[in-house]
């Protein structure tokens, strides 16, 4: 046809990663190799052209099906239909991004945005410009890093105090007229209450940090070291578990809009961890612990729990009570008050109460105070004369039972009735003596009978106290072992951290020299022993003539005389050879595995925390509910209690949903009128909390 182009004179040319598409010589259209819509433009203008699809195909490197797609995409939404996004749908149209940003200058979280979009925070947060992070001011507490920082940042800090301070009344005179900011629902609004008391028992100011290093600054790790110990309350009892409640109903608790994901939040406890003593952190809690709710009997028991290990590292093995076995693990050393309270702890490798004992009395010692008069007590595992030496060392007494079978008493028994509190009242029968104990000195012994025979003998230092009172004692120290039993739903046994330096094992082991020394004065006296059996038997051997055996008697007589020389050379040998040596002396690529303690120490911090807070919140509903038997049980399922939890800019108001019986909600309601008389409050948070129950 006329003016139709040749087929043939349709070309390209490739030169330097440019394609040029050329009718004879002329170039008709050009665009980088690897720009896909430039390409489908110049496909469908050359079938504008009059060129037939089939060939632009061709020369293309196309499929005609595909060529004539381009054609009728073009036709119908013109040439921004020639370009396909690449990969998945966006979840939020271009209109729903413009609303999500006016929702944010109207000053709505991410998290409410999300939800009103019916998307997740994530797809929120990346359409989302960043935020600036609020100033801690009276909202935050902030860790305690600019310690020994010397008289001018002391001086740069009060400015900045004080500047903030203007700033916090200035704000809160322009936020008295707003309206209330509402966290909403949460199906664990009950948790409020440990987080409430927790903050209350334990605020401790600021976080202690360790001398010369640094941590992380941010103005809400209080807030994320609340919601973990929030978490662990709950019953996650690890943090890989942290990821299983909803996110957004957890973060109110501890007055953070949501629980950062475990991604985010195992790399910023190992940061905290990082930067503070946990054994510090733990001795601020107990310190306001006990000054809000003394020990008034001074009595204290201490115990060893054993975390095991299944790894590969050389990890020192103990004793596993729980399993009945040695294996791998690490120890921590725990003191609980006569109520049952964790007080403080220590760990370390497996090495024995009378190793662990004097660091953890340290520890005690330091929250007590030095004047303070303590009963230590514990069971017969650490019954020894060493550990009563270093009890005497640090000057507290201690109560214990004495090891093995009961020793005969000299004194005559005793009877006497013992009344405590609500009680019901008990007759003991004991004897009360003074013993000698080996490698120690002089202890008080009583002596308790039942049906005329002694079937427990309780050893002590205090020789002033009431045998009664002491008997009472020693009843009440299945309150650690309850402790221990409570704090496994807060998950001890995990250790959190498996990272451990390799280090020279110079730790006591078994001397092999001394193992080969002792085998050979066996194998000696038992060939003694097999002489001494052919003279017996010789005597009674009938086929003997007198002269046969006197032959034998002699024969073996001279070879028991000459086994005598050399079994007591080698007794005097195995006395010179130690019976244990350092394990690198034994073998001098023995190590060991160390574990680092400080992750696994806060998170320790935590559990504790929680279980403090939810011992207080046990024992003061049971005094209204009158349920021994069940009021942990019930205390546990009021953490899971639904509500409402509601963010003033004065206070913090938590309304708890109804419980399902009359009497709990009586019990229910009385413990939030005695905690309301004494509002308290979430750390770093000055906002006093009040409680309320939702009547339908």
Same mark, same amino acid.
């Given at each position: 046809?006329?003016?139709?182009?040749?087929?043939?004179?349709?070309?390209?040319?490739?030169?330097?990663?440019?394609?040029?598409?050329?009718?004879?010589?002329?170039?008709?259209?050009?665009?980088?190799?690897?720009?896909?819509?430039?390409?489908?433009?110049?496909?469908?203008?050359?079938?504008?052209?009059?060129?037939?699809?089939?060939?632009?195909?061709?020369?293309?490197?196309?499929?005609?099906?595909?060529?004539?797609?381009?054609?009728?995409?073009?036709?119908?939404?013109?040439?921004?239909?020639?370009?396909?996004?690449?990969?998945?749908?966006?979840?939020?149209?271009?209109?729903?991004?413009?609303?999500?940003?006016?929702?944010?200058?109207?000053?709505?979280?991410?998290?409410?945005?999300?939800?009103?979009?019916?998307?997740?925070?994530?797809?929120?947060?990346?359409?989302?410009?960043?935020?600036?992070?609020?100033? !801690?001011?009276?909202?935050? @507490?902030?860790?305690? +890093?600019? &310690? %020994?920082?010397? $008289?001018? /940042?002391?001086? *740069?800090?009060? #400015?900045?105090?004080?500047?903030?301070?203007?700033?916090?009344?200035?704000? !809160?005179?322009?936020?008295? @007229?707003?309206?209330? +900011?509402? &966290? %909403?629902?949460? $199906?664990? /609004?009950?948790? *409020?209450?440990? #987080?409430?008391?927790?903050?209350?028992?334990?605020?401790?100011?600021?976080?202690?940090?360790?001398?010369?290093?640094?941590?992380?600054?941010?103005?809400?790790?209080? $807030?994320?070291?609340?919601?973990?110990?929030?978490?662990?309350?709950?019953?996650?009892?690890?943090?890989?578990?942290?990821?299983?409640?909803?996110?957004?109903?957890?973060?109110?608790?501890?007055?953070?809009?949501?629980?950062?994901?475990?991604?985010?939040?195992?790399?910023?406890?190992?940061?905290?961890?990082?930067?503070?003593?946990?054994?510090?952190?733990?001795?601020?809690?107990?310190?306001?612990?006990?000054?809000?709710?003394?020990?008034?009997?001074?009595?204290?028991?201490?115990?060893?729990?054993?975390?095991?290990?299944?790894?590969?590292?050389?990890?020192?093995?103990?004793?596993?009570?729980?399993?009945?076995?040695?294996?791998?693990?690490?120890?921590?050393?725990?003191?609980?008050?006569?109520?049952?309270?964790?007080?403080?702890?220590?760990?370390?490798?497996?090495?024995?109460?009378?190793?662990?004992?004097?660091?953890?009395?340290?520890?005690?010692?330091?929250?007590?105070?030095?004047?303070?008069?303590?009963?230590?007590?514990?069971?017969?595992?650490?019954?020894?004369?060493?550990?009563?030496?270093?009890?005497?060392?640090?000057?507290?007494?201690?109560?214990?039972?004495?090891?093995?079978?009961?020793?005969?008493?000299?004194?005559?028994?005793?009877?006497?009735?013992?009344?405590?509190?609500?009680?019901?009242?008990?007759?003991?029968?004991?004897?009360?003596?003074?013993?000698?104990?080996?490698?120690?000195?002089?202890?008080?012994?009583?002596?308790?009978?039942?049906?005329?025979?002694?079937?427990?003998?309780?050893?002590?230092?205090?020789?002033?106290?009431?045998?009664?009172?002491?008997?009472?004692?020693?009843?009440?120290?299945?309150?650690?072992?309850?402790?221990?039993?409570?704090?496994?739903?807060?998950?001890?046994?995990?250790?959190?951290?498996?990272?451990?330096?390799?280090?020279?094992?110079?730790?006591?082991?078994?001397?092999?020299?001394?193992?080969?020394?002792?085998?050979?004065?066996?194998?000696?006296?038992?060939?003694?022993?097999?002489?001494?059996?052919?003279?017996?038997?010789?005597?009674?051997?009938?086929?003997?003539?007198?002269?046969?055996?006197?032959?034998?008697?002699?024969?073996?007589?001279?070879?028991?005389?000459?086994?005598?020389?050399?079994?007591?050379?080698?007794?005097?040998?195995?006395?010179?050879?130690?019976?244990?040596?350092?394990?690198?002396?034994?073998?001098?690529?023995?190590?060991?595995?160390?574990?680092?303690?400080?992750?696994?120490?806060?998170?320790?911090?935590?559990?504790?925390?929680?279980?403090?807070?939810?011992?207080?919140?046990?024992?003061?509903?049971?005094?209204?509910?009158?349920?021994?038997?069940?009021?942990?049980?019930?205390?546990?399922?009021?953490?899971?209690?639904?509500?409402?939890?509601?963010?003033?800019?004065?206070?913090?108001?938590?309304?708890?949903?109804?419980?399902?019986?009359?009497?709990?909600?009586?019990?229910?309601?009385?413990?939030?009128?005695?905690?309301?008389?004494?509002?308290?409050?979430?750390?770093?948070?000055?906002?006093?909390?009040?409680?309320?129950?939702?009547?339908?």
């Amino acid at each position: 046809m006329q003016g139709m182009p040749e087929p043939g004179d349709l070309r390209l040319s490739v030169h330097d990663g440019w394609t040029s598409v050329m009718v004879g010589c002329r170039v008709v259209a050009g665009y980088r190799s690897d720009d896909i819509g430039m390409r489908n433009i110049a496909v469908v203008t050359l079938t504008e052209l009059g060129f037939a699809g089939v060939r632009v195909a061709e020369v293309m490197g196309l499929s005609p099906e595909y060529v004539s797609t381009l054609r009728g995409r073009a036709r119908r939404e013109g040439s921004a239909g020639l370009v396909r996004p690449r990969g998945r749908p966006a979840k939020l149209t271009a209109a729903q991004v413009r609303q999500a940003r006016v929702l944010q200058a109207e000053g709505l979280s991410n998290v409410e945005i999300a939800r009103r979009l019916k998307v997740s925070d994530k797809t929120a947060a990346r359409v989302l410009p960043a935020v600036p992070a609020r100033s !801690a001011g009276r909202d935050q @507490a902030r860790l305690d +890093v600019g &310690a %020994g920082l010397g $008289a001018e /940042a002391e001086a *740069a800090d009060a #400015a900045d105090a004080e500047a903030e301070a203007e700033a916090a009344d200035a704000d !809160a005179e322009v936020a008295e @007229a707003a309206s209330p +900011v509402v &966290a %909403g629902s949460a $199906a664990v /609004a009950g948790s *409020a209450a440990v #987080a409430g008391v927790g903050g209350s028992l334990g605020e401790a100011g600021s976080v202690p940090v360790m001398p010369g290093r640094c941590c992380c600054t941010r103005s809400d790790d209080v $807030a994320v070291l609340s919601a973990v110990s929030a978490v662990f309350a709950l019953g996650f009892a690890s943090m890989e578990q942290a990821k299983h409640p909803d996110r957004a109903q957890v973060g109110p608790l501890a007055g953070i809009e949501v629980l950062p994901e475990l991604r985010t939040l195992r790399p910023r406890l190992a940061v905290i961890a990082d930067g503070v003593d946990p054994l510090g952190l733990q001795r601020a809690f107990a310190t306001a612990m006990l000054s809000a709710d003394p020990c008034t009997s001074g009595v204290y028991f201490i115990d060893e729990h054993f975390v095991p290990y299944a790894g590969r590292l050389p990890v020192g093995k103990g004793w596993n009570t729980k399993r009945r076995h040695a294996e791998p693990g690490r120890v921590e050393t725990v003191v609980a008050d006569a109520a049952g309270r964790a007080v403080c702890f220590t760990a370390g490798e497996p090495a024995g109460l009378s190793v662990s004992l004097p660091p953890t009395l340290a520890e005690l010692r330091r929250i007590t105070g030095d004047t303070t008069t303590i009963m230590l007590g514990f069971d017969r595992g650490g019954a020894y004369p060493a550990v009563f030496t270093a009890c005497r060392d640090a000057g507290v007494d201690w109560i214990t039972y004495r090891r093995g079978k009961p020793a005969t008493p000299t004194g005559l028994p005793i009877q006497q009735t013992l009344t405590r509190g609500r009680q019901k009242p008990i007759t003991v029968v004991y004897t009360d003596e003074t013993v000698a104990i080996t490698d120690y000195g002089s202890a008080r012994q009583i002596t308790l009978f039942e049906h005329g025979k002694p079937v427990l003998q309780i050893l002590t230092s205090d020789t002033d106290a009431c045998p009664g009172a002491l008997i009472w004692f020693i009843r009440a120290r299945w309150r650690i072992q309850n402790l221990f039993k409570y704090l496994d739903f807060y998950g001890i046994d995990y250790l959190a951290d498996h990272t451990a330096t390799i280090e020279t094992n110079t730790r006591p082991v078994a001397n092999p020299a001394r193992a080969a020394a002792r085998d050979h004065l066996k194998q000696l006296q038992a060939e003694r022993d097999s002489h001494r059996e052919r003279i017996g038997a010789a005597h009674t051997d009938r086929t003997l003539t007198l002269a046969a055996l006197n032959r034998e008697l002699d024969t073996a007589q001279r070879k028991i005389h000459k086994l005598e020389k050399h079994i007591a050379a080698a007794a005097d040998a195995l006395k010179t050879i130690p019976a244990k040596l350092p394990a690198n002396h034994v073998d001098p690529n023995a190590t060991r595995a160390v574990h680092r303690a400080n992750r696994r120490g806060l998170q320790m911090v935590l559990r504790l925390l929680a279980a403090n807070a939810e011992h207080w919140l046990a024992h003061h509903l049971n005094a209204y509910l009158q349920d021994p038997d069940e009021y942990r049980a019930t205390t546990r399922n009021l953490l899971h209690l639904a509500g409402a939890i509601t963010y003033h800019h004065a206070s913090i108001h938590v309304e708890l949903d109804k419980p399902a019986t009359p009497r709990l909600t009586r019990a229910l309601t009385l413990l939030l009128d005695e905690i309301n008389h004494t509002p308290p409050h979430i750390p770093g948070d000055p906002r006093p909390i009040t409680y309320t129950i939702r009547h339908a």
